[in-house]
């Protein structure tokens, strides 16, 4: 009807619509879902037990406030000044923390409380700022590319250049990066957060994963924005992270974000309108989620295992043929290229169609070209794949299994036809005709 408009699919839901299509069902021993971005939620060795049973309280039947249980916004508002704020004067207070209903929804609820804004987004990005970035009409998107030369790595001069040329009001970026596994940390973020304040521009830091990190230069076992600000209540900047992947409660749908206090309560207005508050049971029993000492023992433990799952996946996929350029430092994907593969399955679509073939799920690198309010427009990195090494081990290796016999069977299949044209282009001999 032409009365309703329809959005197109965020990447992975659109994957996994996909899949599902094709047979796949989320208790399916002999698939592979290297798409979705979730971490395993069953607990690795040594991990700290998981929590598995939610008791419901006779109270906790009504709503919660719209910005979230003010001893939940205490909890979060604590946690990052132990983390990330112990030496500095000014603190972060519950009044600087909104909570919602996971990261789409709070992501949105910032921002359309922007009115007209210039909003720069990065090239490639997280899939669904696509469409956050296109339901709100004050909010202009202006994409800024980074160079496949560098390794998709953030070079914070060419983010100044961009703020100062497009005139941008906000940038909205993922840190560590969603698709690339990039990070930037120490100087280069504590320069990026002094260049939002020189400018006066928002910087909208989505952290999700900010304890998954692997790098060898960094000693720190988070990577936030949040211990480089000056003043919580007059920088530009707003952090957002939640229980789905630095927890691992991905179904909580439990997010939050952290803002000035002015900019806090224009979040929580939106929220208002978008979607009423976060489930309010969830947001009691995460009350024993946020817990520092909880967190880093956890992350002790997480880090290294997710760093062994990393290079197992990297280094079979290079010896299947995927060209890899940088070595993914944070998050827990692989951004992979198929350049080097058979031409039947160089493509991202056509890899992705046959991988479903052989019960694999990925994600096309298409739909990190955010190309927002321009459906029709000529999408990048289509000669890309992103696979997550969030799943358990068992599942890397079967998906690894029908990746390699996938790209053999269209090795052989090129070979053969090479061979064919090979032989048709040259002379027949006498009695080749009849096969003598």
Same mark, same amino acid.
């Given at each position: 009807? @032409? ?13 996994? +619509? $996909? ?9 399916? &021993? ?7 971005g979730?971490?395993e ?13 939610i *008791?419901i309280? @006779?109270n906790?039947?009504?709503?919660a406030?719209?910005? !979230?249980?003010?001893e939940? *916004?205490k909890?979060?508002a604590?946690?990052?000044n ?8 000014? $603190?972060?207070t519950?009044?600087n923390?909104?909570?919602? !209903?996971?990261?789409?929804?709070v992501?949105?609820r910032?921002i359309?409380?922007l !009115?007209?804004?210039?909003v720069?987004f990065l090239?490639? +990005?997280?899939?669904s ?5 296109s ?10 590319n ?11 001069? &060419?983010?100044?250049n961009?703020?100062?040329k497009a005139?941008?009001d ?5 840190n ?11 100087a280069?973020?504590?320069?990026l957060?002094?260049?939002a304040?020189k400018? #006066?521009?928002?910087?909208i830091l989505?952290e999700?994963?900010f304890n998954?990190?692997y790098?060898?230069?960094s000693?720190?076992?988070?990577v936030?924005?949040?211990?480089y600000?000056? #003043?919580?209540?007059? +920088?530009?900047v707003?952090?957002?992270c ?15 974000? =952290?803002?000035p ?7 929580s207005?939106? %929220? ?8 309010h049971?969830?947001? &009691?029993? @995460? =009350?024993?989620l946020?817990?520092? +000492?909880?967190l ?5 433990i ?18 299947? %043929? ?9 998050? /827990?994907?692989v951004?992979a290229s ?12 056509? /890899?992705?169609q046959?991988?479903?073939? &052989? ?5 096309p690198?298409?739909? /990190?070209?955010l190309?927002p309010?321009q ?8 000669? /890309? ?8 081990? $068992? ?10 016999? =996938? ?6 299949a090129?070979?053969?036809?090479s061979?064919?044209k090979l ?5 027949? =001999?006498e009695?080749?005709?009849?096969g003598?």
């Amino acid at each position: 009807m @032409a009365l309703f408009q329809n959005h197109e699919s965020a990447g992975v839901i659109y994957v996994m +619509d $996909q899949a599902v299509r094709q047979g796949y069902q989320p208790q399916a &021993h002999d698939w592979a879902n290297l798409g979705q971005g979730s971490a395993e939620l069953s607990g690795f060795q040594n991990c700290p037990s998981r929590q598995k049973q939610i *008791r419901i309280q @006779a109270n906790q039947g009504g709503y919660a406030p719209v910005n !979230g249980l003010p001893e939940l *916004r205490k909890k979060v508002a604590c946690l990052y000044n132990d983390l990330f704020r112990t030496d500095q004067q000014t $603190q972060f207070t519950q009044d600087n923390v909104c909570v919602g !209903g996971g990261g789409r929804v709070v992501l949105s609820r910032i921002i359309a409380s922007l !009115g007209q804004a210039k909003v720069g987004f990065l090239l490639p +990005d997280y899939a669904s700022y696509e469409g956050i970035l296109s339901c709100f009409q004050g909010v202009k998107p202006v994409p800024i590319n980074l160079k496949e030369s560098d390794g998709f790595q953030i070079n914070v001069d &060419h983010i100044q250049n961009q703020i100062k040329k497009a005139g941008l009001d906000a940038l909205l970026l993922s840190n560590p990066s969603n698709p690339t596994g990039n990070v930037l940390e120490k100087a280069e973020l504590k320069k990026l957060v002094a260049t939002a304040r020189k400018h #006066n521009c928002y910087l909208i830091l989505d952290e999700f994963y900010f304890n998954y990190l692997y790098s060898n230069k960094s000693k720190k076992m988070f990577v936030s924005a949040a211990e480089y600000l000056k #003043n919580p209540d007059q +920088d530009p900047v707003i952090l957002v992270c939640g229980l789905s992947k630095a927890w691992r409660y991905s179904g909580w749908r439990l997010c939050w974000s =952290l803002a000035p206090r002015e900019i806090t309560q224009a979040i929580s207005s939106a %929220g208002s309108f978008l979607d009423g508050g976060a489930n309010h049971p969830l947001q &009691h029993a @995460a =009350l024993k989620l946020i817990n520092k +000492d909880l967190l880093i023992k956890e992350t002790r433990i997480l880090q290294k295992h997710f760093a062994k799952k990393r290079d197992y996946l990297l280094n079979k996929l290079k010896q299947i %043929g995927f060209v890899i350029n940088n070595k993914p430092q944070g998050a /827990f994907y692989v951004w992979a290229s198929l350049k080097k593969l058979p031409n039947s399955i160089n493509t991202d679509i056509a /890899f992705f169609q046959q991988a479903l073939e &052989h019960k694999v799920i990925c994600v096309p690198g298409r739909f /990190f070209h955010l190309s927002p309010n321009q459906k029709q427009s000529k999408r990048k990195f289509t000669q /890309f794949i992103r696979f997550s090494y969030g799943p358990d081990f $068992q599942t890397l290796k079967i998906g690894i299994t029908s990746i390699q016999k =996938l790209v053999e069977k269209h090795k052989i299949a090129q070979a053969n036809t090479s061979k064919w044209k090979l032989r048709s282009d040259q002379p027949l =001999l006498e009695g080749e005709l009849c096969g003598i």
